[in-house]
């Protein structure tokens, strides 16, 4: 089965570094479109950032510049990057993977098969 395990939440302290992993099994993470999604208490889940087969990227337009997107062949595991943290970044983090090659639907939560539980983002200031 698929199972993709977000690691790397927790409570940051403004300015500082952010660095999530979502590890997968049962699935190639360079196999198919992967992104990360946020989700904010009483909102809906947002696409931050996606990255395709071919190591294609794309963000949100609110985070371009600020969040990069990545991932490691060798430990098939994908990455979330971000420093100088705000608190406006507090939020649940959601790993994503789907059978597409391609991430032309990136935004869109049915475009993705597969998810993570989830890890939560805390920024205090």
């Known amino acids: 089965q698929v199972q993709l395990v977000e690691s790397g939440g927790g409570s940051v302290q403004a300015g500082g570094s952010l660095r999530l992993s979502c590890a997968a099994s049962?699935?190639?993470?360079?196999?198919?479109?992967m992104g990360w999604f946020r989700q904010a208490p009483e909102k809906g889940r947002e696409g931050v950032a996606a990255?395709?087969?071919?190591?294609?990227?794309v963000y949100a337009d609110s985070v371009k510049g600020r969040f990069t997107i990545s991932q490691d062949n060798a430990k098939n595991t994908l990455y979330l990057q971000r420093n100088s943290l705000k608190t406006e970044n507090t939020n649940m983090y959601y790993c994503?993977?789907?059978?597409?090659?391609?991430?032309?639907?990136?935004?869109?939560?049915?475009?993705?098969?597969?998810w993570g539980q989830g890890t939560q983002v805390t920024v205090s200031s």
């Open positions: 990255i395709d087969s071919a190591g294609g990227t």
């Open positions: 049962g699935y190639t993470v360079s196999s198919g479109c």
């Open positions: 994503a993977a789907s059978n597409s090659y391609d991430c032309r639907w990136w935004g869109h939560l049915t475009w993705y098969n597969y």
